[in-house]
């Protein structure tokens, strides 16, 4: 836990504003998260298949949720999206260079 005081934060999601506290070294990855989740809510609303604000979370943070296991297990989300957190796809590439490099290293040897 950070000894970081906590600043509020202003964020928008489906045109609702929130304010959330977090350390002030957190508050760019926090927007980020904001868009990308908003991005993902007004992809589903888009649809017409869910009606509703909340069951529209509830499918965004499914789907978030699959796509991190996915990454997890060291499969690739079904498709990228440029909004995707840094983190998420820093993992990702790091499980893809370490299953390029098993698949290429000669027999006997260990590149860990």
């Not at 489906?14 to 990855?29: F, H, M, N, T, W």
């Not at 298949?49 to 069951?55: E, S």
């Not at 991190?68 to 690739?76: C, S």
Request: include cysteine.
């Amino acid at each position: 836990m950070s000894t970081e005081p906590s600043i509020p934060v202003d964020i928008t999601i489906l045109d609702k504003e929130y304010r959330v506290a977090c350390p002030e070294s957190e508050r760019e990855a926090l927007e980020r998260s904001a868009r990308f989740l908003d991005g993902k809510m007004r992809e589903i609303r888009h649809t017409g298949k869910v009606i509703g604000n909340d069951r529209v979370a509830v499918m965004a943070a499914l789907n978030i949720t699959h796509e991190l296991l996915q990454l997890r297990a060291g499969h690739a989300p079904a498709a990228t999206d440029d909004t995707l957190p840094a983190s998420l796809e820093v993992q990702a590439l790091g499980q893809r260079i370490r299953e390029t490099l098993e698949r290429c290293k000669p027999a006997g040897t260990d590149l860990t």
